[in-house]
């Protein structure tokens, strides 16, 4: 689905076959592109229309992406540890090697999700502490902590 014409010969495609068969056909070829297809996939596919619909939308975002389709892979993989995602980050793993990654890269690109994760955590807890410490010292003051 490269571009418009694309997109509409493939919706064609799901009304002529129907739903159900296009989301057996699909599954087939994930299935034989990766090796297994991942679970929530498997459970999408209990309601053809809503894995249709899931695979019809990152089909639209990876295949027109401006970006070479291993770094988007990449980013998934990236995305899917940032997230501690242990199907995502193994799956997107599998197929940034199959679009050419190395292990130096699939390495570095986890080494900078640990990083902005980690950096995530910290910021959000130093938000949450500056905003609820300035409100300690109010609600303290002129309080007897210490019963007689």
């Known amino acids: 689905m490269k571009n418009v014409k694309e997109f509409e010969a493939t919706l ?8 159900e068969k296009t ?9 034989k592109e990766f090796g297994k297809t991942p679970l929530i996939f498997q459970r999408m596919s209990e309601r053809p229309e809503v894995l249709i619909s899931h695979l019809l939308y990152k089909g639209a975002v990876t295949q027109t992406s401006a970006i070479d389709p291993k770094y988007v892979e990449l980013i998934s993989l990236a995305v899917g540890a940032a997230l501690r995602c242990q199907h995502c980050t193994s799956y997107h793993m599998q197929a940034a090697i199959k679009k050419g990654a190395s292990r130096e890269e699939i390495l570095e690109v986890v080494l900078l999700a640990g990083m902005i994760s980690n950096s995530s ?10 905003e609820k410490m300035k409100c300690i010292p109010c609600t303290t003051e002129g309080v007897d902590l210490i019963p007689d």
């Open 121 to 130: 955590v910290l910021a959000n807890a130093y938000r949450i502490i500056d």
């Open 23 to 31: 989301a057996e056909e699909w599954m087939a070829n994930i299935e």
């Open 12 to 19: 064609t495609q799901i009304l002529e076959r129907g739903g």
